[in-house]
C-alpha cells in the first residue's frame, strides 16, 4: 500500500498539480482507506497544532531577514567588497561567488535567495571579464545551497519541527561542513582554472587600500551572523528569537543607510508572506500526512520492513543517499523534506545512527538536488537571473561542486565527527 | 487481516522518552494485551511526540473518535478545562502517597466528569515522579527564586511562579535542556527521573527537591469506540488495566528519589549520575509552599472552575487533605 | 492575447493588501520578540508575552497570506510530465490542480471553523471555552477563528479561480486559462525580473 502511495504521489506532482494539494489528497485516501477511523475531522486539530508553533515563526523571519538585505542593497555592497578579497585567486569572481554565498547563507535561511541575490549581482561580470559562463554560473547555481546548510537554514528549522529535534544541536552540527563545503566549492574552482584556464577570467587585483576600505561593508552580514548565531549559543535567545534579532538588526542597517522606504517594505513584505505561505501550506498539509501515516501503522511497517531487510547498517544508508540522489533529480528540495521524513527518519534511528548527524547528510542531499537536472530550483533562478544562453551551461558548470557534495556525504559517513564534533563539545 | 474492526485499537501513548512509556505501557499495549486477546486485539502504538502532536490534542482526539485511547498530562488540558488541573494544583501533594490519597477522592467525579461532558472513559489515573525545580545558579530557599525565569507546564505551576517573584516562560520540554544550558531560562521544572533523561543537568546545577507537583495524567477512551469493543476484548483490557495502574505508581514511587540520586551523586541504575548539587527544601519553604497554595494557587484554580467545581473540590479532596476551596 | 483581454485576477487587490498587512504583522511581531529578550536581560521579565502573541500572529497572517500565494502563482508545482503534455491536457491539468487545491483549502477551512466552534463550547464556567495554558490564558476561540477566517478567504479565492476557469473551458478561451492558473509565471510581478531591475543600476 505505501509503495501504490509513493507512485501515486509522485505522478500527481509531477502531473504538475500543487504539492501541497498532492499531500492532501493522499492524506485523505490513505487516512479514509487504510484507516478504520475516518481521519479527516482531525485536520483542524492537528494543523492548528502545526500552524501555531513558535519554532515555525522563525520560516518568515528569516525570508524577512533576507528580503529586506536585498532590497536595501546590503548584500550587493558585501558582494563587492568580498570581492576585493578574494578576486585574486585563479577563478577569480568564482570565489567571490562563493564567499559571498557563504556569506550570505550565514545570515539568511534559503537556498532560492542566496542564489537569486548573489546571482543577481555577479552575472553581469560573465561578459564583462570574460569568464566561461558554465563554471560560473555553476558556482552560484552550488554557492546558494549553502542557505540551507550553513546556519541558520530554514530546511533545518523544518527538519528540526518534523523529527522533533534540536535546532541548536544541527546548527552547531552543520557549521563545520557547511564551512568545509564552501572551501571544498573553492577548491573545485581552483582545479577547474588550472587546469583549463579559459573558464577564469580577467581578474582585477585590489591593492590593500582598496580592500580596507571595502572592509565596512562586510561588517553588517559577520554583524548579523553573530547577532543571529550567537545570541543562541550565548544564552540569551531560542532560534527563533534569534531570528527576531536579526531581522530588527537588519532593519537598523537598512535605516542607517537611509535605504528603507515604504516601496522597499511593502516588496520585502510581498515577498516574504508569498515564500512564508507557500512554505508553510506544504508543511502543515505534510504535519497531517505524518499524522496519518502514523495512525495507520504505515511508518512502523516501512521500519519493520527494513529491519526484517537485515541489511548491513552502512550498505542500507549508501542505498539510501543514493535514492536520495535520484529522487532529489525529479523533486523540489522542500517537498523532499517534507514528504520523505517521517518515512526515512525513523528508519536512520532504527539502523542505529544519529538524528542529529542524519539531519546534516540529510540537508546536503537537498542541497544536491537543487542543482541536479532535470528539476534544479537553484539551476532554475540561475538560469533565470542570467536571462539567456543554454539551460545546459549552469547544468554541466555545477557538476564539480555536486562531486564536491557527495564527497562531503561520504566524509561525513566515514567521519561523523565533522558533524557530530561541535554539538558534543559545547554540550 | 482488518476483518473484525472492533479488535484494531488506535492507541496514544504518553512522550516516549520516559521509562513509563518504555517500559510499562509499550510492552502492555503492544505485548500483553494482544497476546492476551491470542491476537484478536490489535493495537497500533505510538507516543504522542511521535505523531507530531504537542501535547494537548489527546483530549480532542479522543473526544472526536480520532483514536480510541490516548495518554495525556492533565495540565496540558487545564485550558481545555480548569477542571484537569484539580487533583495536581501546585503545592497541595507534599508527598506522592498525599498524591495518590488526593486521586483516588477526586477520581469519581472526574471519572463522571469526562463521560458526561466529553464522552470519554477515564481508564487509569497516572502520573510522573515528584515535579522539582532544576536551577543553573544557586538557591537556598524560594526565596532566592524571586525574578528568575522558569519553564512551567500548566496553568497551576504559573500561578505558583508568580507567586513567589518568577516569571514562567512556556517552553517546549525538548527545548529545556538547551535552554538551561544556556541561560535562556534560570530554571525549568519536570518530574525527579525525568529531568535526568532529558539529561536537564547537563544545564542545571542545583536541584531543588521541593516536589511542587506531580504531572498528573490520563489514559482514556473513546467511550463509543468502547462500547462498540467486543464484550470478551473489553473484558481483557478491563481485568489487566488496574494492575497497569498499579504498575506506574510503584514506577513513580520507587523513581522519585532514584531520579534524585541520578542527578546529583548517584548510584543511578540509569547512567552515569549528572553530578548536581543537591539542595532539600527547609520546613521554611514547605509552610511557604502550602501558605502560596492555600492563598494563591487555590483561590485562582477555583475562581478559573467556577463555584459547583470548587464544592465537589471541598466534598472530594477536602475530605483527605482538610482542604477548603472558595466557592463564590 | 493582448493586454486588453488579460482576465482580472480574482480578489487580486485584496489578497495584495493583506500580504502587506500580514508582513507588517511579522515585523511587528519581530519587534516585539526582540524587546520581550532584552527586558529579559535588563528586568529578567518577560514584559510582552511575546512567545504567545507571536505565535498567533504567524497562525493567522500565514492563513491570510495562502491565497497570496494563489494568486501570484507561488505555491509550488513540479511540471517535470506536465511540460511533455499537449497544450489541452495542460489546461485540463491546470483545471484539475486548481479543483484540488481548493478542496485542501475547503477541507482546512471547514475543519478549521470546527477546531474554533469546539474550542468556543468546552463545557467550562464561561462563555470563552477552552483557554491557553499560559498566564495570558487566552480564549483560544479568538485566535483559531481569526485562523479559520483566513482559511476560508483561501478557500474562497481557489475557488473563484476554479469557477472562472471552467468559464473559460467552457468558451474554449484556453489562453486566459494558463495566464489565470498555469505553471508559467506571469510577467509582472515576478520575483526576478525585479530583482534584476533592482540591481539593474548597481555599480559592481
Ligand atoms: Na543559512
Ligand atoms: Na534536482
Redesign the pocket.
Known amino acids: 500500500m505505501t509503495v501504490i502511495a509513493v507512485i501515486l504521489l509522485l505522478l500527481l506532482a509531477a502531473s504538475g498539480i500543487y504539492v501541497a494539494a498532492v499531500l492532501g489528497l493522499v492524506s485523505v485516501i490513505l487516512g479514509e482507506t487504510f484507516s478504520f477511523l475516518p481521519l479527516m475531522p482531525s485536520l483542524g486539530t492537528v494543523s492548528w497544532g502545526a500552524s501555531s508553533n513558535f519554532l515555525l515563526v522563525a520560516v518568515p523571519l528569516f525570508i524577512l531577514m533576507g528580503e529586506i538585505l536585498l532590497r536595501t542593497g546590503i548584500a550587493a555592497d558585501m558582494f563587492n567588497a568580498l570581492d576585493k578579497w578574494v578576486n585574486w585567486i585563479p577563478g577569480g569572481l568564482m570565489h567571490t561567488n562563493v564567499a559571498s554565498t557563504a556569506l550570505f547563507a550565514a545570515t539568511t535561511g534559503s537556498s532560492v535567495a542566496t542564489a537569486a541575490t548573489i546571482g543577481t549581482v555577479a552575472v553581469p561580470n560573465i561578459e564583462k571579464h570574460g569568464y566561461g559562463p558554465s563554471l560560473f554560473l555553476g558556482s552560484l547555481a552550488a554557492g546558494g545551497t549553502l542557505g540551507i546548510l550553513i546556519p541558520p537554514s530554514i530546511s533545518i528549522i523544518i527538519y528540526a519541527f518534523l523529527t522533533d529535534s534540536s535546532v541548536n544541536d544541527l546548527y552547531l552540527a552543520a557549521m563545520i561542513p557547511g564551512f568545509s563545503l564552501a572551501v571544498m566549492f573553492s577548491v573545485a574552482i581552483y582545479i577547474a582554472c588550472k587546469i583549463n584556464p579559459s573558464l577564469s577570467g580577467t581578474r582585477d587585483k585590489a591593492n590593500w587600500s582598496e580592500r580596507f576600505r571595502a572592509l565596512p561593508h562586510l561588517l553588517p552580514p559577520i554583524i548579523l551572523f553573530l547577532v543571529v548565531i550567537g545570541s543562541i549559543y550565548i544564552g540569551i535567545a531560542t532560534p527563533t528569537e534569534a531570528a527576531s534579532l536579526g531581522v530588527v538588526a537588519s532593519l537598523i542597517f537598512g535605516l542607517s543607510r537611509k535605504r528603507i522606504n515604504l516601496e522597499v517594505l511593502k516588496r520585502s513584505f510581498e515577498g516574504t508572506m508569498k515564500t512564508t505561505s507557500m512554505v508553510l501550506l506544504i508543511v502543515v498539509v505534510a504535519h497531517f500526512l505524518n499524522f496519518v501515516l502514523q495512525t495507520i501503522g504505515a511508518t512502523q511497517f516501512i521500519t519493520d520492513f527494513m529491519d526484517n531487510l537485515g541489511l548491513n547498517p552502512y550498505v542500507a544508508i549508501v542505498l539510501i543517499i543514493a535514492f536520495y540522489l535520484v529522487l532529489?533529480?525529479?523533486?523540489e528540495g522542500l517537498t523532499l523534506i517534507t514528504v520523505t521524513t517521517p518515512i526515512v527518519v525513523p528508519v536512520i534511528l532504527a539502523l542505529g545512527f544519529d538524528q542529529i548527524w542524519f539531519g546534516i547528510v540529510f540537508v546536503i542531499l537537498i542541497e544536491a538536488?537543487?542543482?541536479?537536472?532535470?528539476?534544479?530550483i537553484n539551476l532554475f533562478v540561475v538560469q533565470a537571473v542570467r536571462g539567456k544562453g543554454e539551460f545546459r551551461d549552469v547544468v554541466i558548470g555545477s557538476l564539480p561542486f555536486l562531486i564536491m557534495m557527495i564527497g562531503m556525504i561520504f566524509l561525513l559517513l566515514l567521519f561523523p565527527g565533522i558533524a557530530m564534533w561541535l554539538p558534543n563539545l559545547l554540550n | 487481516n482488518f476483518a473484525n474492526a472492533k479488535d484494531l485499537l488506535n492507541v496514544i501513548g504518553n512522550v516516549s522518552v520516559t521509562t513509563q512509556f518504555k517500559t510499562l505501557q509499550k510492552p502492555f499495549w503492544t505485548e500483553k494485551v494482544p497476546d492476551a486477546s491470542g491476537g484478536k486485539i490489535k493495537v497500533n502504538f505510538k507516543g504522542w511526540n511521535e505523531m507530531g502532536l504537542k501535547g494537548p490534542e489527546g483530549l480532542r482526539l479522543l473526544m472526536k473518535g480520532q483514536t480510541q485511547v490516548a495518554s495525556f498530562q492533565l495540565g496540558h488540558v487545564s485550558g481545555e478545562h480548569p477542571i484537569n488541573d484539580t487533583t495536581d494544583l501546585a503545592g497541595m501533594s507534599p508527598t506522592i502517597d498525599d498524591f495518590w490519597k488526593v486521586t483516588q477522592a477526586f477520581r469519581p467525579t472526574l471519572e463522571k466528569f469526562y463521560e458526561d461532558n466529553f464522552g470519554v472513559k477515564i481508564l487509569t489515573m497516572q502520573s510522573f515522579q515528584a515535579q522539582i525545580l532544576y536551577c543553573r545558579d544557586p538557591l537556598k530557599s524560594l526565596a532566592d527564586m524571586k525574578g528568575r525565569k522558569v519553564r512551567s507546564s500548566g496553568v497551576s505551576q504559573s500561578d505558583f511562579l508568580s507567586a513567589i517573584g518568577a516569571s514562567a516562560i512556556p517552553m517546549s520540554f525538548t527545548e529545556v535542556q538547551q535552554g538551561l544550558q544556556k541561560g535562556v531560562i534560570d530554571c525549568a521544572i519536570t518530574g525527579t527521573l525525568g529531568g535526568y533523561s532529558a539529561k536537564w543537568w547537563e544545564g542545571a546545577n542545583y536541584l531543588y527537591t521541593l516536589p511542587i507537583n506531580f504531572a498528573a495524567g490520563v489514559t482514556a477512551v473513546n467511550i463509543k469506540a468502547w462500547n462498540s469493543m467486543d464484550p470478551s476484548n473489553r473484558k481483557i483490557i478491563e481485568d489487566r488495566i488496574k494492575a497497569h495502574e498499579q504498575a506506574m505508581w510503584d514506577l513513580n514511587r520507587s523513581e522519585g528519589e532514584m531520579g534524585i540520586l541520578c542527578n546529583t551523586t548517584g548510584p543511578c541504575p540509569e547512567g552515569k549520575p549528572g553530578g548536581m548539587k543537591r539542595v532539600d527544601p527547609s520546613n521554611a519553604d514547605m509552610k511557604l509552599l502550602k501558605k502560596i497554595m492555600l492563598e494563591t494557587v487555590l483561590p485562582r484554580w477555583a475562581k478559573r472552575c467556577g463555584s459547583e467545581c470548587a464544592k465537589q473540590f471541598n466534598n472530594t479532596i477536602g475530605k483527605v487533605t482538610g482542604l477548603s476551596a472558595p466557592t463564590s | 492575447m493582448n493586454s486588453q483581454n488579460k482576465p482580472k485576477i480574482p480578489f487580486e487587490k485584496t489578497t495584495n493588501f493583506f500580504a502587506w498587512i500580514a508582513g507588517a504583522l511579522i515585523l511587528f511581531a519581530a519587534i516585539l520578540v526582540s524587546l520581550d529578550i532584552l527586558a529579559r536581560e535588563i528586568f529578567s521579565d518577560n514584559l510582552f508575552e511575546s512567545y504567545e502573541i507571536s505565535i498567533y500572529i504567524f497562525a493567522v497572517t500565514v492563513a491570510f497570506s495562502y491565497a497570496y500565494a494563489l494568486t501570484t502563482k507561488t505555491h509550488i508545482r513540479i511540471d517535470a510530465l506536465y511540460v511533455h503534455l499537449p497544450y489541452i491536457y495542460r489546461v485540463i491539468l491546470d483545471i484539475f490542480s486548481c479543483a484540488v487545491i481548493s478542496m485542501v483549502a475547503v477541507g482546512l477551512a471547514y475543519y478549521g471553523w470546527l477546531t474554533a466552534l469546539e474550542s468556543l463550547s468546552f463545557p467550562t464556567n464561561d462563555i470563552w471555552g477552552a483557554r491557553s495554558v499560559s498566564d495570558l490564558y487566552v480564549p483560544l476561540v479568538i485566535p483559531q477563528a481569526m485562523w479559520a477566517l483566513g482559511l476560508t478567504w483561501f478557500a474562497l479565492t481557489s475557488l473563484l479561480f476554479l469557477l472562472k476557469s471552467l468559464y473559460f473551458f467552457s468558451k474554449k478561451d484556453y489562453k486566459s486559462i494558463t495566464y489565470l492558473i498555469g505553471i508559467q509565471k506571469r510577467e509582472e510581478g515576478d520575483e526576478l525580473t525585479e530583482a534584476l531591475e533592482l540591481t539593474k543600476n548597481e555599480k559592481i
Open positions: 532529489g533529480m525529479f523533486m538536488s537543487l542543482i541536479t537536472p532535470p528539476i534544479g
